[in-house]
């Protein structure tokens, strides 16, 4: 009789991409798949208990950043939010209100849509990093001026953790009467975010980057002075949520939005430290392999990514080595297919060798303990061999 054949389970390592959808997520969920099937803008009762629903998520995520319910305007995700605010604020702007400050190492996200805006006349400034990931504050200072309209910086980095000093920044542009807005997709749902605390005035972010679906966002938009934001609709139809986004709610997708933020809220201290140590383990263990080291700033970083540079090392030839035991990325999910390096290591000064030798591993709530060991004997055996090949030939 043959003996069965048996694998040893994947391991996920790419959570800055898309997390699990946490279990407690799905079951809040589940009636709105299912019995609760009401458009929440209908007036008759079965309408007016979904909307009700519709209502409580919303108090879930504003509670999650320190916001007012009705300054959440649900969307597919962080990257249509961007859009809404980059080109929705645009649409109101003034003609001598026609620059905006970002940085180079945006997602492609904000970066697309700023050149798209550049096509329409708006002059847009790509802030220079350090090597270290952070931007320079006297750099910034030096370019928002007078006619900046907004000033967009992400709170953490996708790709290599790097919390950006924001707080100093939205006051540099609110002290040229810019709004700020952040792309806090990395951040909401993992760190404490207080948009008011942080002097945000737009932030864009999306529930799968914190457990909850894929297919649902929001954007945050400041409706008090002296910074209230005014935004010109991308669609047009039913003028749903205040007018800003036309189109019947995805209320399966709020509802999870709303739990995941709940639960975010209550479990993100334990998540952080557990996270922490294992992210923590598993880096210093890969920093023993010759020639490894980190890139960006291994200080101010969010606790649940490493960005580790393999020297000698082709990272695209090490995920695919790796891809029947861990699953990797060498960096962002959204350009995963570009081969080319990423964009926001080569702004921080690495050659394109180096930054070609780069991993993206990023931990999230369902990782365990005993998976480490066997991601650093994978990765250390993988990075050897493949170095010894390049090596040889």
């Not at 803008?41 to 319910?69: D, M, T, W, Y």
């Not at 697309?112 to 270290?132: A, H, I, K």
């Not at 000093?165 to 009467?177: S, T, W, Y």
């Not at 995963?336 to 991993?359: F, I, Y």
Request: charged share 20%.
């Amino acid at each position: 009789m043959a003996r069965a054949v048996t694998f040893a389970p994947m391991i996920y390592l790419d959570n800055n991409a898309t997390t699990k959808l946490d279990p407690r997520v799905l079951e809040a969920m589940m009636p709105f798949l299912t019995e609760e099937y009401g458009n929440p803008a209908s007036n008759h009762a079965f309408g007016v208990s979904v909307n009700q629903k519709v209502r409580e998520a919303r108090e879930q995520v504003a509670n999650l950043i320190g916001c007012e319910p009705f300054e959440i305007t649900f969307t597919s995700g962080a990257t249509e939010a961007i859009n809404l605010a980059l080109k929705g604020l645009v649409g109101t702007a003034t003609p001598e209100r026609r620059h905006i400050a970002t940085c180079q190492t945006e997602h492609s996200a904000v970066l697309d849509t700023c050149r798209y805006l550049e096509t329409q006349g708006v002059d847009v400034t790509y802030l220079p990093v350090q090597p270290d990931g952070l931007i320079d504050l006297e750099a910034a200072k030096q370019h928002i001026r007078p006619t900046t309209l907004v000033v967009s910086i992400m709170l953490v980095n996708n790709e290599t953790g790097v919390i950006q000093p924001i707080k100093e920044i939205a006051e540099m542009a609110h002290a040229q009467g810019a709004y700020f807005m952040s792309d806090a997709t990395q951040a909401v749902g993992k760190m404490p975010v207080s948009v008011n605390d942080m002097g945000i005035d737009m932030m864009a972010f999306s529930a799968h980057k914190f457990y909850g679906p894929k297919g649902i966002g929001a954007l945050y938009a400041r409706s008090r002075r002296p910074h209230k934001v005014k935004l010109q609709p991308l669609q047009h139809g039913g003028g749903h949520e205040r007018g800003l986004r036309s189109g019947t709610l995805n209320v399966p997708g709020i509802v999870g939005m709303g739990k995941a933020a709940a639960l975010a809220k209550l479990e993100m201290k334990a998540d952080a430290e557990r996270i922490g140590e294992l992210r923590d383990e598993l880096e210093m263990a890969l920093l023993g392999i010759p020639g490894t080291q980190v890139n960006g700033n291994s200080t101010l970083r969010l606790y649940n990514t490493t960005n580790l540079s393999f020297d000698g090392v082709d990272a695209d030839a090490l995920v695919v080595a790796l891809k029947d035991r861990i699953m990797l990325t060498n960096g962002s999910a959204c350009l995963s297919t570009a081969h080319e390096p990423s964009h926001v290591l080569l702004a921080m000064g690495p050659t394109e060798e180096e930054a070609h030798g780069s991993l993206r591993l990023s931990l999230g709530r369902y990782n365990a303990k005993n998976e480490m060991k066997d991601a650093i004997s994978c990765l250390t055996q993988a990075s050897a061999a493949l170095r010894a090949y390049s090596n040889s030939h």
